[in-house]
């Protein structure tokens, strides 16, 4: 092949084999090309209780430019889920494993699905036979299922059908904004009005409220369903965004419970964004909001 193999080696602290050919270029960058993503733009969430098994994901995976997160039980996974899910940064896609202690591959699927919804392709990976748990896995939000030991090709190869499917069908979903209103709860003037001047891009008709006081006011004083969604910055005077939430969550009316409301804030860290979550957010979009990330949120969460 026209090449050569070199090897250096220490004793006692191991062995470095290095080869060198020249090949044609793989069609396999085409292929993925084809869904419009890159393994090195593709950020992957791999659940697992053994170790080793995290270990040689993270290898495999970053052979190939893709970025590897891991995951120790079903519960630290969801967590983390929950965190990228809510900061509208979600995983391109998740990889389970299906037998785990306390939570299993099926039920951690199903627990995820409940926060991404079928946006994000979920791959159950497993040692054994998948045909005994292929109906259940399916029901509970599995995409497609890989057998151990992990291979990046094999992922790619799966993700990209998972990917393709969910695309064509998350189109047809999406929410047209032209037209829609939204209210904007915003203390800082210059703030306010970029915000007005962005939602104007895509004909979004906004209503501004100068703190969360007024917000809670406006939304009580319309009937159900006036508003398609809410934008909330975090810090205001009278009453901040977080208490704004809750008591908009706990009115008893029928949209109180589902409208849309996305935290605007620059705090970023991982605890701001559960503290977002349990106060009701559906999600948390740090400041400067990129117009692209925020059209695509509001698209995504505006539902009719």
Same mark, same amino acid.
């Given at each position: 092949?026209?090449?050569?193999?070199?090897?250096?080696?220490?004793?006692?602290?191991?062995?470095?084999?290095?080869?060198?050919?020249?090949?044609?270029?793989?069609?396999?960058?085409?292929?993925?090309?084809?869904?419009? !993503?890159? $393994?090195?733009?593709?950020?992957?969430?791999?659940?697992?209780?053994?170790?080793?098994?995290?270990?040689?994901?993270?290898?495999?995976?970053?052979?190939?430019?893709?970025?590897?997160?891991?995951?120790?039980?079903?519960?630290?996974?969801?967590?983390? !889920?929950? @965190?990228?899910?809510?900061?509208? %940064?979600?995983?391109?896609?998740?990889?389970?494993?299906?037998?785990?202690?306390?939570?299993?591959?099926?039920?951690?699927?199903?627990?995820?699905? &409940?926060?991404?919804?079928?946006?994000?392709? !979920?791959? @159950?990976?497993?040692?054994?036979?998948?045909?005994?748990?292929?109906?259940?896995?399916?029901?509970?939000?599995?995409?497609?299922?890989?057998?151990?030991?992990?291979?990046?090709?094999?992922?790619?190869? *799966?993700?990209?059908? /998972?990917?393709?499917?969910?695309?064509?069908?998350?189109?047809?979903?999406?929410?047209?904004?032209?037209?829609?209103?939204?209210?904007?709860? %915003?203390?800082? $003037? !210059?703030?306010?009005?970029?915000?007005?001047?962005?939602? /104007?891009?895509? *004909?979004?008709?906004?209503?501004? /409220?100068?703190?969360?006081?007024?917000?809670?006011?406006?939304?009580?004083?319309?009937?159900?369903?006036?508003?398609?969604?809410?934008?909330?910055?975090?810090?205001? $005077?009278?009453?901040?965004?977080?208490?704004?939430?809750?008591?908009?969550?706990?009115?008893?009316?029928?949209?109180? &419970?589902?409208? $849309?409301?996305?935290?605007?804030?620059?705090?970023?860290?991982?605890?701001?964004?559960?503290?977002?979550?349990? /106060?009701?957010?559906?999600?948390?979009?740090?400041?400067?909001?990129?117009? *692209?990330?925020?059209?695509?949120?509001? *698209?995504?969460?505006?539902?009719?």
């Amino acid at each position: 092949m026209n090449g050569h193999i070199d090897v250096e080696s220490e004793k006692d602290k191991g062995s470095t084999f290095t080869v060198t050919i020249t090949l044609g270029e793989s069609n396999r960058k085409q292929q993925i090309n084809e869904i419009g !993503v890159e $393994p090195h733009e593709m950020k992957v969430l791999v659940i697992d209780d053994d170790p080793i098994a995290l270990e040689h994901a993270e290898i495999v995976l970053n052979q190939v430019g893709i970025s590897c997160e891991t995951a120790e039980s079903g519960w630290e996974g969801i967590d983390k !889920v929950r @965190i990228c899910h809510g900061r509208r %940064e979600d995983y391109n896609l998740i990889i389970v494993d299906w037998k785990m202690p306390e939570l299993d591959g099926i039920e951690t699927t199903r627990q995820i699905r &409940k926060i991404v919804g079928n946006k994000t392709p !979920v791959i @159950i990976l497993t040692s054994f036979n998948w045909d005994e748990i292929e109906d259940e896995a399916r029901k509970a939000g599995a995409d497609t299922f890989v057998s151990k030991p992990l291979f990046a090709s094999t992922v790619m190869d *799966e993700f990209k059908e /998972a990917f393709r499917s969910k695309n064509e069908a998350l189109e047809a979903r999406t929410a047209d904004l032209k037209g829609r209103r939204v209210l904007l709860a %915003e203390d800082v $003037p !210059v703030n306010a009005e970029i915000m007005m001047m962005v939602l /104007a891009m895509r *004909e979004i008709k906004v209503e501004l /409220a100068e703190n969360g006081l007024i917000a809670v006011d406006m939304f009580k004083n319309h009937e159900s369903g006036y508003y398609d969604a809410i934008l909330m910055d975090m810090r205001m $005077p009278e009453m901040d965004g977080l208490e704004a939430t809750r008591i908009i969550r706990s009115l008893q009316r029928e949209d109180a &419970k589902t409208i $849309p409301i996305i935290a605007l804030t620059a705090n970023a860290f991982d605890e701001d964004v559960q503290r977002s979550i349990q /106060a009701g957010l559906n999600a948390h979009l740090s400041k400067p909001v990129e117009p *692209e990330v925020l059209f695509e949120t509001l *698209e995504n969460l505006i539902r009719g």
